[in-house]
Structure formats: C-alpha cells, structure tokens
Nanobody, 122 residues
Framework: VQLQAYGGGLVQAGGSLRLSCAASGRPFSNYDVAWFRQAPGREREFVAA????????NYADSAKGRFTISRDNAKNTVTLQMNSLKPEDTAVYYC????????????????WGQGTQVTVSS
C-alpha cells in the first residue's frame, strides 16, 4: 500500500491543523493506520493509531484529549485532527500502515509515507 500524508503547515500555539493520509494500491480496510512524528534531534515517536475496523483507536499520552484520529475506508483516507497545538508538537508527521494481523499493541508498522511538516510557533 502507498501512503501520502499532507495538511501540515505553520500554526500558532493553541491553533489547529488537520492532517490527512491518502492510501492507494491495496484494499485499505485491511490495514491498521498510525501517525508517528519526529522532531529535530529526537527519535520518531508514536502519536495515534486506528484499527482497520475503525472502531478502535489508541493515542500517545501527549495526544490524548487534543488529537483525534479517524478514517474513511470508502475514501481510503485517515485524518488526524490536532487541536490546542503546542510548540512541542513541532515535528515531521508520518502516516504509516500495517496489515491487520499484527497484534494491536505492537508499534511496528510496515508501510511509510513521506512526512508532512508541522510547525507550531509560540
């Protein structure tokens, strides 16, 4: 499956951004999808994930209460709505996917798209 993330940009602290991930190549509904991010000088970290069935989601503590992940399997898209953004949310955000048979608790993902830059100014 091929993934393309978009929707990043520059926003002031407290603002919102909506990231989207467009998938192509294989039936999207068979894949769990997640967002990771990587800030300069830091390791890539998990942000949020959504199960292939749509009904189950998982969030990093830093994202809980501020970010919402959702998907539309009919449109082959996953979105990450980010509210109350903070300067520490500044990073390149990556959309990633894996076939649904991997354990849900695993943070291993197989397919990665190019990232989209999110910059939050103070």
């Amino acid at each position: 499956v091929q993934l393309q993330a978009y929707g990043g940009g520059l926003v002031q602290a407290g603002g919102s951004l909506r990231l989207s991930c467009a998938a192509s190549g294989r039936p999207f509904s068979n894949y769990d999808v997640a967002w990771f991010r990587q800030a300069p000088g830091r390791e890539r970290e998990f942000v949020a994930a959504i199960r292939h069935t749509v009904t189950i989601t998982n969030y990093a503590d830093s994202a809980k209460g501020r970010f919402t992940i959702s998907r539309d399997n009919a449109k082959n898209t996953v979105t990450l709505q980010m509210n109350s953004l903070k300067p520490e949310d500044t990073a390149v955000y990556y959309c990633t996917a894996r076939y649904w048979t991997r354990p849900w608790v695993s943070l291993e993902y197989d397919y990665w798209g190019q990232g989209t830059q999110v910059t939050v100014s103070s």
